[in-house]
């Protein structure tokens, strides 16, 4: 029989809560760090068309050129309860308009080419200072749907 005995003092104490708390820091960011990757697309500059539609393809939207529309929209200062919903649909997918409330953006509305069916279908992204703050795509049809604009893999 073998018996193991480490010698455990002040200074190995101290040492182990400092190395673990470092340890765990890094795991932290790591994780940011991914995270951040992850939405680093949602972060990408929309400032002209070409950059426009190369967002909108980054997630497998294809749309004609030029843009239905281009204006600026102000974001309600108080959510009624449709756009708190439509702002639900934004939170799935890493955007939070609340946090423009009051806001005047840009809304680019594109029509999509490459959806399932045969319904007109448009693409909307609002865009704040050159950032892409919300969106989604929805079918103009009376029993439409509406998707967001990110597409989750």
């Not at 400032?47 to 294809?62: F, S, T």
């Not at 939170?91 to 840009?106: A, N, R």
Request: charged share 20%.
């Amino acid at each position: 029989m073998h018996i193991l005995a480490i010698k455990f003092n002040k200074k190995t104490a101290i040492l182990t809560v400092v190395l673990s708390a470092l340890v765990l820091i890094g795991i932290v960011m790591l994780a940011g760090a991914f995270t951040g990757m992850q939405e680093a697309s949602q972060l990408m500059s929309v400032r002209n068309e070409k950059q426009r539609i190369a967002y909108l393809e980054q997630n497998g939207w294809l749309v004609e050129t030029p843009a239905l529309s281009e204006e600026r929209v102000v974001i309600p200062r108080t959510f009624s309860e449709i756009f708190d919903a439509y702002n639900q649909l934004q939170l799935e997918q890493g955007f939070d308009l609340s946090q423009y409330c009051g806001t005047e953006v840009e809304l680019y509305t594109y029509r999509v080419k490459n959806f399932e069916n045969d319904d007109y279908i448009i693409a909307q992204m609002y865009v704040s200072h050159g950032i892409v703050i919300g969106g989604d795509v929805h079918s103009t049809a009376l029993d439409g749907f509406m998707v967001g604009l990110v597409r989750r893999s």
